[in-house]
């Protein structure tokens, strides 16, 4: 890639049409099967459909296949590899070392955030195996993207914006031990976003809120040059589950950001056309558990969503005056009826209801249920703003320069776009001197500039007549509506890439390889083998016992977030119990960010836990 690539999601093809016309210069979609969000599969002619559209701009499309598969899906996964590289996808997403060493066809390969690629060794060892781009962990700093770019050539991937997982992409198996859902096979059940009441090892309750685990959203749309400074060539947004409006709203905000960098450093954009969403985007309206910038920086302060995993909204202020279903707050201006409200209740669960109506600065809601003078009120949906972008006519267009002359018979309307296409016309008539030159040639320039409906907006427009001539609105019409519709029907090639991945011989920067190296068929196990390694353990999928091993990696410590971090001093475990009965044991790896996290059996810890419930809470 010659420049900066904005990469948005596609739960559906509908949904990738919308992004790429907010200005994606690619999309990511799952195909029927073997995609990371199980939920969010698509036939092979939707592809072909999404990626026919994409190809007009020179925007690319991306399958995701970045499951771990079987033996017997091995055949089958590289079966459909084949149909979407037929259908004109641009590049497979996969952590599956199973498929290159089964053989596909000569599609580029990107290696999945799920593939765990978090260091230079691994970076250098994929890219000589032949992926073309990595996908690097969510939880990098600045300082491990300049080392990976450092030690590598080829493209990397960064997420921008959207969810963010607790633990280690593709490290983590608590799903998978808890009801039997693996999140490598698409099925995560998101126990990071459960209730849990946490206890220290002595029992004591720690107030870490009610969802220990859930983190607030990336937004890194200020930060896009200094990933780019690092060495990220693909900004990616997060979301293959958002609705259509989510993503238009996302990316119209990250194609405003991005091109600010474009322009700043002088260079080219990475698909054509410009895009003109219809509405001004902010993602403060749209769904997000808080903004954080993750690890971007190095070990942050606050990133977590402990109160609620859920969408609380912008705030308006304190809630008072209650009575007759209805409040007064600050904000009450900012709200209309259907408007979302949401609200705390003095358990610290999130409520919410609907506005009905605003009338002399007091709110009516459908419900006040859990509602109390002096809590924070928060607008979860905005109405007329999500109207907006559904309403919105988002479209993309290519710029077109016009040239308007004369010859001996008539006129000739020359069109060029910036695809390098080219069509004209010519108007054969007689020849009018106008008695009003000015309005004349105004009246020219007014209608010839009315590109309308036709996919392009213009540029430059010349008018080059030997004499000032008068053509009716009509005629003109009809010329600027012809040529544009030739010059809309001009093909245009799209050049694929091409990438026939060989059979490499090169070292594995690990020997040993225990049930999170995800190796699940016999052909991931036979491409790791051939590049050095000497022990190869049972996946988790395939019934590896996960008694008294990690089942979570992660760098979010929930010492610090409780205000008890020892600084590197020695430290014992957190107990997590969920409203299930789980136990998870949380062990700090103090000033190595690498916490984890451990399944106990069912019960080992309840009866301390309920004997201690009496016990005043640590505060953070």
């Given at each position: 890639m010659n420049s900066l690539e904005l990469l948005a999601p596609a739960g559906n093809a509908a949904t990738g049409l919308a992004a790429i016309n907010c200005g994606a210069d690619a999309v990511y979609i799952g195909a029927s099967r073997f995609g990371a969000r199980e939920a969010a599969g698509n036939s092979v002619s939707d592809i072909a459909a999404l990626v026919k559209y994409a190809h007009r701009y020179n925007a690319r499309v991306y399958v995701a296949l970045n499951t771990i598969l079987s033996d017997e899906e091995i055949p089958q996964a590289v079966e459909l590899a084949e149909r979407v590289w037929e259908a004109g996808a641009d590049a497979l997403i996969i952590q599956d070392m199973g498929l290159p060493e089964a053989g596909l066809p000569p599609i580029p390969l990107?290696?999945?955030?799920?593939?765990?690629?978090?260091?230079?060794?691994?970076?250098?060892?994929?890219?000589?195996?032949?992926?073309?781009?990595?996908?690097?962990?969510?939880?990098?700093?600045?300082?491990?993207?300049?080392?990976?770019?450092?030690?590598?050539?080829?493209?990397?991937?960064?997420?921008?914006?959207?969810?963010?997982?607790?633990?280690?992409?593709?490290?983590?198996?608590?799903?998978?031990?808890?009801?039997?859902?693996?999140?490598?096979?698409?099925?995560?059940?998101?126990?990071?976003?459960?209730?849990?009441?946490?206890t220290d090892s002595e029992g004591m309750p720690v107030d870490?809120?009610?969802?220990?685990?859930?983190?607030?959203?990336?937004?890194?749309?200020?930060?896009?040059?200094?990933?780019?400074?690092?060495g990220v060539t693909?900004?990616?947004?997060?979301?293959?589950?958002?609705?259509?409006?989510?993503?238009?709203?996302?990316?119209?905000?990250?194609?405003?950001?991005?091109?600010?960098?474009?322009?700043?450093?002088?260079?080219?954009?990475?698909?054509?056309?410009?895009?003109?969403?219809?509405?001004?985007?902010?993602?403060?309206?749209?769904?997000?558990?808080?903004?954080?910038?993750?690890?971007?920086?190095?070990?942050?302060?606050?990133?977590?969503?402990?109160?609620?995993?859920?969408?609380?909204?912008?705030?308006?202020?304190?809630?008072?005056?209650?009575?007759?279903?209805?409040?007064?707050?600050?904000?009450?201006?900012?709200?209309?009826?259907?408007?979302?409200?949401?609200?705390?209740?003095?358990?610290?669960?999130?409520?919410?209801?609907?506005?009905?109506?605003?009338?002399?600065?007091?709110?009516?809601?459908?419900s006040l249920a859990g509602l109390e003078s002096g809590a924070q009120v928060f607008r979860n949906y905005d109405r007329i703003f999500v109207q907006g972008i559904a309403r919105a006519r988002s479209e993309r267009l290519f710029r077109v320069s016009l040239e308007f002359s004369d010859y001996e018979r008539g006129f000739i309307l020359k069109a060029t776009d910036e695809l390098g296409r080219s069509a004209e016309k010519k108007l054969p008539v007689l020849k009018s001197v106008a008695h009003k030159p000015e309005q004349a040639e105004e009246t020219i320039r007014r209608q010839l500039s009315r590109t309308g409906e036709s996919g392009f907006m213009l540029e430059k427009l010349e008018i080059k007549l030997s004499a000032p001539y008068f053509l009716p609105v009509s005629q003109l019409n009809e010329l600027r509506r012809e040529v544009l519709a030739r010059l809309a029907s001009e093909e245009t090639e799209y050049i694929r890439q091409e990438i026939k991945i060989k059979?490499?011989?090169?070292?594995?920067?690990?020997?040993?390889?225990?049930?999170?190296?995800?190796?699940m068929n016999s052909f991931a196990a036979a491409f790791y083998k051939r590049h050095g390694v000497r022990e190869i353990g049972k996946a988790a999928e395939l019934g590896a016992s996960l008694e008294g091993r990690p089942l979570m990696r992660t760098r979010y410590c929930l010492r610090r977030q409780a205000g008890l971090c020892r600084?590197?001093?020695d430290t014992s475990p957190f107990y997590l119990e969920s409203e299930e009965g789980d136990i998870l044991r949380v062990e700090f790896r103090c000033g190595e960010c690498r916490n984890e996290i451990f399944l106990e059996s069912r019960g080992m810890r309840k009866e301390d836990n309920h004997e201690n419930k009496s016990r005043p809470e640590r505060k953070r």
């Amino acid at each position: 890639m010659n420049s900066l690539e904005l990469l948005a999601p596609a739960g559906n093809a509908a949904t990738g049409l919308a992004a790429i016309n907010c200005g994606a210069d690619a999309v990511y979609i799952g195909a029927s099967r073997f995609g990371a969000r199980e939920a969010a599969g698509n036939s092979v002619s939707d592809i072909a459909a999404l990626v026919k559209y994409a190809h007009r701009y020179n925007a690319r499309v991306y399958v995701a296949l970045n499951t771990i598969l079987s033996d017997e899906e091995i055949p089958q996964a590289v079966e459909l590899a084949e149909r979407v590289w037929e259908a004109g996808a641009d590049a497979l997403i996969i952590q599956d070392m199973g498929l290159p060493e089964a053989g596909l066809p000569p599609i580029p390969l990107h290696l999945s955030t799920q593939g765990n690629c978090d260091t230079p060794e691994k970076a250098r060892f994929y890219e000589k195996c032949g992926f073309s781009r990595i996908i690097l962990p969510r939880e990098f700093s600045i300082a491990e993207i300049k080392a990976v770019r450092a030690a590598v050539s080829c493209g990397l991937e960064f997420f921008v914006h959207g969810a963010l997982c607790v633990g280690q992409s593709g490290q983590c198996y608590l799903s998978q031990a808890i009801g039997g859902r693996s999140g490598n096979r698409g099925r995560c059940a998101q126990p990071c976003r459960k209730v849990y009441r946490c206890t220290d090892s002595e029992g004591m309750p720690v107030d870490i809120g009610r969802y220990p685990l859930s983190l607030k959203d990336f937004n890194l749309s200020k930060r896009l040059n200094s990933l780019y400074l690092a060495g990220v060539t693909s900004f990616k947004i997060e979301g293959r589950l958002k609705d259509a409006n989510y993503v238009k709203n996302v990316v119209s905000l990250y194609r405003r950001e991005l091109d600010k960098i474009l322009a700043k450093h002088s260079l080219p954009a990475a698909s054509n056309g410009t895009a003109v969403p219809g509405f001004v985007p902010d993602v403060c309206k749209t769904f997000n558990r808080g903004y954080t910038s993750y690890f971007l920086d190095g070990n942050p302060v606050d990133i977590a969503a402990n109160d609620t995993p859920k969408f609380r909204g912008e705030p308006l202020g304190t809630a008072y005056e209650l009575k007759e279903g209805s409040f007064r707050v600050r904000g009450y201006n900012m709200l209309h009826p259907g408007d979302g409200l949401a609200w705390f209740d003095r358990n610290g669960i999130l409520r919410g209801s609907l506005v009905n109506g605003v009338k002399d600065g007091r709110v009516r809601a459908e419900s006040l249920a859990g509602l109390e003078s002096g809590a924070q009120v928060f607008r979860n949906y905005d109405r007329i703003f999500v109207q907006g972008i559904a309403r919105a006519r988002s479209e993309r267009l290519f710029r077109v320069s016009l040239e308007f002359s004369d010859y001996e018979r008539g006129f000739i309307l020359k069109a060029t776009d910036e695809l390098g296409r080219s069509a004209e016309k010519k108007l054969p008539v007689l020849k009018s001197v106008a008695h009003k030159p000015e309005q004349a040639e105004e009246t020219i320039r007014r209608q010839l500039s009315r590109t309308g409906e036709s996919g392009f907006m213009l540029e430059k427009l010349e008018i080059k007549l030997s004499a000032p001539y008068f053509l009716p609105v009509s005629q003109l019409n009809e010329l600027r509506r012809e040529v544009l519709a030739r010059l809309a029907s001009e093909e245009t090639e799209y050049i694929r890439q091409e990438i026939k991945i060989k059979k490499t011989r090169h070292v594995f920067p690990v020997k040993k390889l225990d049930y999170r190296g995800n190796v699940m068929n016999s052909f991931a196990a036979a491409f790791y083998k051939r590049h050095g390694v000497r022990e190869i353990g049972k996946a988790a999928e395939l019934g590896a016992s996960l008694e008294g091993r990690p089942l979570m990696r992660t760098r979010y410590c929930l010492r610090r977030q409780a205000g008890l971090c020892r600084k590197g001093r020695d430290t014992s475990p957190f107990y997590l119990e969920s409203e299930e009965g789980d136990i998870l044991r949380v062990e700090f790896r103090c000033g190595e960010c690498r916490n984890e996290i451990f399944l106990e059996s069912r019960g080992m810890r309840k009866e301390d836990n309920h004997e201690n419930k009496s016990r005043p809470e640590r505060k953070r």
